[in-house]
């Protein structure tokens, strides 16, 4: 690593420091949801929209990078997006009402979005095609711990002093990465003519909110039962419709249509929806699964999930290496291992063990992490220079999308078929039958008085739960193994 210069270094600094923050922030709000329910008074379906309000503004947001990027240039847009992002998350934190935390984060989300893009964007023209798989592998401790390390802190911080800390902790944090942001970075890409296409932003904006609503609300509304979702689905064919033809025929549209006629872009735009699939959801199903079937606290869950993060870096210490040597194969490894790990999770049942648990998120962060490297370098590597900051929007865009989509898909399955496995267990315990009855007593014992069909009951229960887990966790197995033959659909990168 002789070869980086000393601003090589401080560039790379300062986009891994930006985004793990920004990824930090964004996924410890989780933890401390239901201190806020209290404290703001809200109920659980008004409490969530916290979250989705934010990821809303976030994905309608970020479609602007390329065009922000070329407006302000690097340096002054990524200082006022962390100026603003962390503003905006003080004042989150010192929210006395539901709807004034609603507006905070929409400004939050608003400001958050070109981060990540415009950091990608960044290191890919900062650095020669030739150290690609080094540099996005050390950024990528900020785009993948981000989201790990934040429930960890944020849950410490809500534990020690209470949730207002967890924003409260991002000041000082978002004052020094503007620092270095302010010390690192060019305003290059400035291009101030560039005409802003502001119809095909509302057309995309419309289609992109609709889609997040639609699946961030519609296990709660019952999905086409309720007029609501039938109405977000409608607007989001409408619009995305509409936007395609307009990119089509627009003097200066949003995106270029030549972004698209890449070939190894497009494919990476495939693969990078189903790696923002895979990402969250065992974050999303252990910390449920361990807290209510098994009685784990808050602190140890955050400690067990944390082994993705060790994962991930057991992944730095060759992802570079077998990136320059052959990155499809490494693509295709880093899934083929994340289906290992699905299986594995699928393959658990109620009485797992706090090594199973800890084992199983090592062995997926060290298949993300062997994945990401590989895929961010044969999406990009023929991609012209011109085109990057959009492309790397257009990235970050499906990546968001394609973690809400299979969040709410996992949790269909793991519902629905929590559901129907709760009757179909129910249908074989009938207490009137004298064997079956004696079988039971033989397994869960009298239990100091407690009536048996309520303990029969409770047992039901969460064995209907651990089923639907078990399912949430083959989908993630089956995305995995759909996602790996497609490496090999990649081209040769150029040098």
């Known amino acids: 690593m002789r070869f980086f210069t000393l601003r090589q270094w401080l560039i ?36 969530s929209w916290i979250i989705t309000f934010n990821l809303v503004a976030t994905a309608i947001a970020t479609p602007l990078t390329g065009w922000l990027a070329s407006k302000f240039g690097w340096r002054n847009l990524m200082m006022s997006a962390i100026a603003g992002f962390t503003l905006f998350s003080v004042l989150a934190g010192m929210a006395e009402s539901l709807e004034v935390m609603l507006v905070t984060r929409v400004f939050q989300g608003l400001f958050g979005a070109p981060i990540f893009p415009l950091g990608q964007a960044i290191i890919l023209a900062s ?6 798989p080094l540099v996005l592998m050390a950024w990528g401790v900020g785009g993948v711990m981000g989201p790990i390390l934040g429930p960890l802190f944020g849950g410490l911080m809500a534990e020690l002093f209470n949730w207002r800390w ?25 291009s101030p003519n560039q005409r802003f296409d502001y119809l095909g932003f509302i057309i995309i904006a419309i289609a992109i909110g609709a889609t997040q609503l639609m699946f961030d609300r519609g296990q709660r509304l019952d999905w086409l039962d309720s007029f609501e979702i039938q109405l977000e689905l409608l607007l989001a064919g409408v619009f995305f419709y509409l936007f395609v033809v307009h990119m089509m025929t627009a003097r200066d549209p ?51 999930l944390a082994a993705r993060g060790m994962g991930n870096f057991i992944s730095f210490m060759f992802v570079a290496q077998f990136t320059r040597i052959s990155p499809r194969l490494c693509l295709f490894t880093g899934l083929s291992i994340q289906a290992v790990a699905g299986f594995w999770m699928s393959s658990l049942d109620i009485n797992m ?53 299979f969040i709410a898909l996992t949790l269909v399955v793991f519902f629905r078929t929590s559901a129907e496995a709760n009757v179909n267990l129910a249908s074989l315990i009938n207490a009137f039958d004298p064997r079956n009855l004696t079988a039971w007593i033989s397994i869960l014992g009298d239990r100091e008085g407690t ?12 064995q209907a739960a651990m089923i639907g887990y078990i399912n949430g966790f083959h989908l993630l197995t089956l995305a995995s193994v759909i996602a790996a033959p497609m490496a090999f659909l990649f081209v040769n990168r150029r040098n």
């Not at 930006?18 to 659980?44: D, E, H, N, R, W």
């Open 353 to 405: 063990t706090s090594a199973d648990v800890f084992w199983s998120n090592i062995l997926h962060g060290v298949g993300f992490g062997t994945a990401y490297t590989p895929m961010a370098v044969l999406t990009f590597s023929t991609l012209p220079m011109r085109l990057l900051t959009q492309g790397n929007a257009i990235f970050a865009l499906l990546r968001l999308l394609g973690s809400s989509i």
């Open 127 to 132: 650095f020669s095609r030739a150290q690609h």
């Open 166 to 190: 967890a924003f409260y902790m991002i000041a000082p944090l978002g004052i020094i990465a503007m620092l270095f942001a302010f010390a690192a970075l060019s305003n290059q890409e400035k």
């Open 254 to 304: 949003l995106f270029v249509p030549a972004t698209f006629t890449d070939r190894n872009f497009t494919i990476g735009l495939f693969v990078v929806t189903i790696m923002g699939m895979l990402q969250y959801t065992p974050m999303i199903l252990f910390p449920p699964l361990l807290q209510e079937l098994r009685g784990y606290p808050d602190a140890i869950v955050g400690y067990l």
């Open 451 to 462: 009536p048996l069909k309520l303990t029969l009951l409770s047992e039901m229960r969460q």
């Open 12 to 47: 790379l600094f300062t986009v891994q420091f930006a985004t793990l923050l920004f990824g930090a922030t964004m996924t410890s709000v989780a933890v401390i949801l239901p201190q806020m329910k209290g404290a703001l008074s809200a109920t659980q379906d008004q409490v």
